[in-house]
């Protein structure tokens, strides 16, 4: 079974940054995607950013470019999504998530069938 954990959230100062963690157990197949995904009060989940094994591509939301990046560690089994000049807009619980892909991957929930539990990030104005 994959199992995926996320950490890394805290409360922060508007402006600040944030590394946010997530670690995953070792797929059963080869090519996989990591997406990270945020789901603030009230609001609906929505992807902010992705990386796929198989070629090292990486895409992000329109939403969070230039700020947020997104890298990997792959003898960790690890990805980690960095979030810099942080807005009270971000606030939010951030999952990362896995799913079975090849290629470019994207930033869909239906993409991804493995996630992990989340980890609040609470942006002080």
């Known amino acids: 079974e994959v199992q995926l954990q996320a950490f890394g959230g805290g409360l922060v100062q508007a402006g600040g940054s944030l590394r946010l963690s997530c670690t995953f157990s070792?797929?059963?197949?080869?090519?996989?995607?990591i997406g990270w995904f945020r789901q603030a009060p009230g609001k609906e989940r929505e992807g902010v950013s992705c990386?796929?094994?198989?070629?090292?591509?990486?895409y992000y939301a329109d939403s969070v470019k230039g700020r947020f990046t997104i890298s990997s560690d792959n003898a960790k089994n690890a990805v980690y999504l960095r979030i810099d000049s942080l807005k009270p807009e971000d606030t939010a619980v951030y999952y990362c998530?896995?799913?079975?892909?090849?290629?470019?991957?994207?930033?869909?929930?239906?993409?991804?069938?493995?996630w992990g539990q989340g980890t609040e990030v609470t942006v002080s104005s």
């Open positions: 998530a896995a799913g079975h892909h090849r290629g470019l991957c994207g930033i869909k929930t239906v993409m991804y069938h493995y």
């Open positions: 070792r797929f059963t197949f080869d090519d996989y995607a």
């Open positions: 990386f796929s094994s198989s070629d090292g591509s990486t």
